[in-house]
């Protein structure tokens, strides 16, 4: 209901049977109308409240998003269905294989946020995702070469936010930048 009384301050970005991925924008110095989330993540995009890359969990419950700043507030806010069948587990922890370019930024009994930080020419090992959303903090052009070879352009730009199912893969930062990206596994 709250996203169709201010559709201007939220989009929809993934609806499925495991998560509704929502971005919010408050502009400055305005309040968001009191609404509802059941247990969520939110990725922040902005430093109106929190530093770009910042990651945080609420529980469910009602809440009013304020911006006192004046630049506008924009995160990306994972909501957590139940019920959904459970990802393919993983054996190749990219945490364990790789952990300088993949930090544990939170962890709980439902999900497991990764800051992962690639820098030009770095390729990770190959290793694998539960099923997770991405969001990419910053701009980046990586290459995802699957477990089966096949290998996948992937440039992004700043807050582009996506569903991965269960993936095995190797990331290689064929950009001119350090990537930056948050990806929200579930357990």
Known sequence: MWLVLAPALYKVEVDNAWVRAVREIVPPHE???????????????????????????????????????????????????????????????????????????????????????????IKSPLHEHPHYVVVYITELHTTMELADGRVVDNPRRPGETAWRDYMKHSTLNVGKETAVEIQVELK
């Open 31 to 121: 309040k968001s109308e009191p609404h509802r989330h059941p247990a969520a993540v939110t990725v922040w995009l902005t430093s109106a409240q929190h530093k770009p890359g910042d990651v945080t969990y609420s529980d469910a419950g009602e809440h009013v998003l304020d911006n006192p700043s004046d630049q506008p507030l924009e995160a990306i806010v994972i909501e957590l269905k139940t019920g959904a069948a459970p990802s393919t587990p993983i054996t190749l922890d990219p945490v364990r294989l790789d952990p300088k370019y993949h930090i544990v930024a939170l962890e709980n009994a439902r999900v497991r946020a990764l800051r992962t930080i690639l820098e030009p020419g």
